[in-house]
């Protein structure tokens, strides 16, 4: 299975977030799937895509001209495409995978996990989406969820759609049932 993963191209303040993300890779790589990601070799990014390569899975990155441009680009994976736009990375990134997660981000992380919902709710994908909440990193994004669907401008169903986990193990095993 290929799994994309949205998350951050910083590490964050904690060391939990590094820790989560390099547990999350290596139990990816443990259970033989494929990482699809930004290819970046920074942040959570470049964490999660060495701990699959490290245990011998493979990776593909998606990273738009720009940001090659800007030496961010990580060289050593299995498969680096280039593409134009922050648009058709998200997009190839979609062709390419069975299933999404994030992990904790920033603006582009959350720019993705809400698009991927989007398109989820729309019809344009029917992969599955989770969560990986470290450190309750989500729960106040949950919370607004959950507020949208009281608030009436979300359906139950669409937020049912989210799997969420704590545990990048649980995470994976879930994700590995499901398709």
């Known amino acids: 299975m290929n799994i994309c993963v949205f998350c951050g ?36 990014m470049g964490i999660v895509a060495d701990a699959v390569l ?14 090659m441009r800007r030496e961010v680009a990580h060289l050593g994976l299995t498969t680096l495409e280039v593409v134009d736009t922050m648009h058709l990375r998200k997009q190839r990134m979609a062709e390419l995978s069975n299933a999404f997660v994030a992990l904790p981000g920033g603006w582009g992380t959350l720019d993705e996990l809400a698009e991927i919902l989007t398109w989820r709710q729309l019809g344009l994908v ?27 401008f979300l ?25």
């Open 126 to 152: 029917t992969q599955p989406i989770g969560i990986l909440n470290v450190k309750d990193f989500f729960s106040p994004l949950l919370d607004q969820m959950r507020k949208m669907v009281e608030e009436g």
């Open 155 to 179: 359906k139950l169903g669409n937020l049912e759609l989210l799997v969420v986990e704590k545990s990048p193990a649980e995470l994976v095993g879930r994700f590995s049932s499901l398709v």
């Open 9 to 44: 191209s910083a590490s964050g303040n904690d060391p939990i977030y590094a820790e989560a993300a390099k547990a999350f890779g290596i139990q990816m790589a443990k259970e033989g799937h494929t990482l699809v990601y930004g290819g970046g070799n920074v942040g959570l």
């Open 54 to 67: 490290e245990h011998g899975g493979k990776v593909i990155g998606v990273i738009p001209d720009f940001l």
